[in-house]
Structure formats: structure tokens, C-alpha cells
């Protein structure tokens, strides 16, 4: 996305990709959202969230100890 499509409009604007990527000069009424300060939310408020948001996000859920390998017999 490009900063620069939005500095005329009257107000704030926050623009949001997924992959985080937005162009041009920096504008006083235009603000970036980066991907993983929303990922970071979802999961910190996982339980204002919506049932089917919820449920995803559980199924989502990073690990933080993986499942050990089967040793093969």
C-alpha cells in the first residue's frame, strides 16, 4: 500500500496488510499496522474473541515445547 493514496484524506487512516509492506513518504495522517502487533493481540485477548476466532486461534496456538519424535521400533 502507498501512504501517499491516502494524505488527502481528512482524518486519520491506518492502513493493514498482511505482509506488512507499505510505501511512500511518512504522512501525519496516515499510520502503518504491522502484521504481528495484531497476531500478538488475537492471542494475548484470546478470550474476547469471538467464538469461531477463538476456536481458530487455539488450533493456532504456537507451541512452545514441539512434540518429541517417535523412536521407531
Do not use: C, H
Not at 46 to 60: E, G, H
Not at 63 to 72: M, Q, R, V
Amino acid at each position: 500500500m502507498n501512504r501517499d493514496n491516502y494524505a488527502n484524506i481528512d482524518g486519520n487512516v491506518y492502513l493493514f496488510t498482511t505482509k506488512g509492506q507499505v510505501y511512500g513518504k511518512n504522512r501525519e495522517n496516515v499510520f502503518s499496522v504491522n502484521p504481528k502487533d495484531i497476531t500478538s493481540f488475537l492471542y494475548r485477548n484470546i478470550d474476547l474473541m469471538p467464538t469461531k476466532i477463538k476456536t481458530w486461534l487455539l488450533l493456532t496456538l504456537p507451541t512452545l515445547n514441539p512434540a518429541p519424535e517417535l523412536s521407531e521400533v
